[in-house]
């Protein structure tokens, strides 16, 4: 083999390598994230891509967390997340990337207290949502209700609601031991609407079969419902924003489908949906 072909030859695979590890695909949008999001993620989706049926979107969950680990390893190009990146996650973008990341709002949530449809309870104060899932109220008696245990079901540690929860109600203390983790939301809703006694959270677009309680800021409050009033006007308690979250200020197939999705005709998906669009 001559000097000139073997040039050739090295070039070849380096294009070969090259392509390989390419992050993305002209026409193809990759999204990992938030399970409180993937259904409305999925929507969005299928939708545009009857609009634009030469973008291919795929939408896959695992968690906020896993979203966030996923943007800063390189291997998925929109981020979901039902919170906030925190500051050494933005920080380890801004090492690899050089940029901390943009953050777009995209919709907007009530997180939502679920029981079961035969519980008595119609409403509960955030204190006692903490002492519920510290371990430190135990028996629905204590609220008024029956008296049987209540049983705690909360999320993984790498979902963006259970941080959320954790920092908002539980004021940054420790999740019960005894409280039983459900890999998605989903899991949250079934387990509490098979258990009589059980209470979780989660989103509210996946409140169906089950009680969703009044929340009250304290005591002398009233009980509030997530609705998208209460939503719009910031009296419900656990309202939150669900976020898009980029590498670099969107380009592309990313921009043009993150304008779609905050276009009247994404949020109205948004809706449809359950959750509360951000205009």
Known sequence: MNLRTMTWSVLAALVTVSTLSAPAVAGSVTIKGSDTMVI????????????????????????????????????????????????????????????????????RDGLSVYVGDANPLTEITLDQLKLIFTGKLTSWKELGGPDAKIIVYSRENSSGTYVFFKEHVLKGADYTPRAQTMPGTA??????????????????????????????????APGVLPELANIKDGSYALSRPLFFYTRDKPAGDIKSFTDWVLSPEGQAIVSKVGYFPVN
């Not at 906030?84 to 933005?90: D, G, L, T, V």
């Not at 609407?193 to 009680?211: D, L, M, P, S, T």
């Open 40 to 107: 409305l993620g999925q929507r969005w989706a299928e939708e545009y891509m009857k609009k634009t049926p030469t973008t291919t979107i795929q939408v896959t969950g695992g968690g906020s967390g896993t979203g966030i680990s996923a943007l800063i390893n390189g291997t998925t190009d929109i981020c979901q997340a039902s919170r906030s990146m925190s500051a050494p996650e933005k920080e380890k973008v801004r090492e690899r990337y050089k940029t901390t990341g943009v953050e777009t709002i995209v919709a």
């Open 187 to 220: 899991a949250v809703v079934n387990a509490v609407a098979k258990e009589k006694f059980g209470i979780g959270y989660g989103g509210a677009a996946y409140a169906k079969g089950i009680k969703i309680l009044k929340v009250k800021k304290d005591a002398q």
